[in-house]
């Protein structure tokens, strides 16, 4: 098992590519990992294992069946983690767009279903080409996909103004700033953005939390604080209502994607 893939995570994995060399022996070409363990931020409490899955032909009924056999077992068997799979056809790498042909089987919240997008978009490629871990197959570096760092750039452009945004205007995700995950998610999402403008690279949301108290205004320290905090599940809150919190919040929201959108697409000079 490859060093970098957590401990306590290695025997779910050498689980399940056993079962599927053992069920669906010509099935898989490639096996690779990306998201927060791909990022090196793997967290125990909250933190998935994100997998793509290659295979060398499309999925049967007769495989869909062998592949919820063996999604119940690896989940009876490690209850505690939550796996999610992809499994995709060559030609489907690199894609942001739903493919032409048949949606493809996907593991996701403990079940398998057929899709025709999730979590298909410039930030999971750039994830697996620059940092993804290889299991089974081709080496991730070598797989033939590219991630143009303008479309990456493009791509958190869209996300950053089309999903970001409303939590400064839509009243359903303000309110969400009151309670603990709303904070965590929202100042650490909008963080990993402004990292990738400045850095044009991905990290994690602990990691862009990290990045941010070295290079923004001492005034927003104490609610990257908090956020981390709540990510990390360390420590006591440092507001003393959830209301100022969420007042902070909503401030530096609109302040990020303010920045965020001035910031140049070019790469800073180093």
Not at 182 to 193: K, P
Request: glycine share 6%; hydrophobic share 40%; aromatic share 10%.
């Amino acid at each position: 098992m490859n060093s970098r893939v957590p401990t306590i995570i290695q025997p779910l994995l050498t689980d399940y590519l056993a079962q599927v060399g053992a069920h669906l022996p010509t099935l898989l070409d490639g096996f690779y990992i990306h998201g927060s363990i791909a990022l090196d931020a793997f967290n125990p409490r909250s933190s998935d294992t994100d997998c793509i899955a290659i295979l060398n032909r499309p999925a049967t009924e007769t495989d869909l069946v062998q592949l919820r056999h063996v999604h119940q077992a690896i989940a009876e068997n490690f209850p505690h983690w939550l796996l999610e799979v992809s499994y995709l056809q060559p030609a489907d790498l690199g894609r942001t767009q739903p493919p032409a042909s048949a949606p493809y089987p996907l593991y996701h919240d403990g079940k398998l279903e057929l899709s025709s997008d999730f979590d298909q978009n410039a930030v999971t490629w750039w994830v697996l080409k620059h940092h993804g871990i290889t299991l089974k197959g081709t080496p991730v570096g070598e797989l033939g996909f590219d991630v143009p760092l303008d479309m990456l750039i493009l791509w958190m452009r869209g996300n950053l103004n089309a999903y970001w945004a409303t939590y400064t205007y839509k009243p359903a995700r303000m309110l969400g700033l009151l309670s603990d995950f709303g904070i965590q998610w929202a100042v650490l999402g909008v963080l990993r953005q402004y990292y990738t403008f400045m850095e044009h690279d991905i990290t994690s949301k602990t990691g862009a939390g990290a990045y941010a108290l070295t290079q923004l205004p001492q005034y927003w320290h104490r609610l990257i604080h908090e956020a981390i905090n709540i990510r990390e599940e360390s420590g006591v809150s440092i507001y003393k209502t959830k209301v100022g919190r969420a007042i902070d919040a909503l401030q530096f929201m609109r302040y990020i994607i303010q920045l965020c959108n001035t910031l140049p697409d070019e790469p800073k000079d180093r």
